[in-house]
């Protein structure tokens, strides 16, 4: 993975665990954000022409359909 995408996908997971850990409107936040970060992974994949990166965009947007609903 290129280091712009794996510097997203880093910070993805991250909100996701700073957010497990908060309840209400801190949570939900955390949510979005790292729904904008794996957005921003995906994006990435598309400038880098790596073996895989379209299996790799498809998991991130699956990751991402569950993140908008945990951050409604």
Not at 11 to 23: D, F, G, T, V, Y
Not at 44 to 72: I, N, S, T, W
């Amino acid at each position: 993975m290129p280091p712009g995408a794996a510097r997203a996908a880093t910070s993805a997971a991250l909100n996701i665990a700073e957010a497990a850990s908060r309840e209400g409107a801190a949570s939900k936040q955390h949510f979005r954000i790292a729904l904008g970060s794996a957005g921003e992974a995906c994006a990435a994949l598309d400038f880098c022409g790596v073996p895989g990166a379209e299996e790799q965009q498809a998991k991130l947007r699956r990751v991402g359909a569950m993140l908008r609903r945990l951050g409604q």
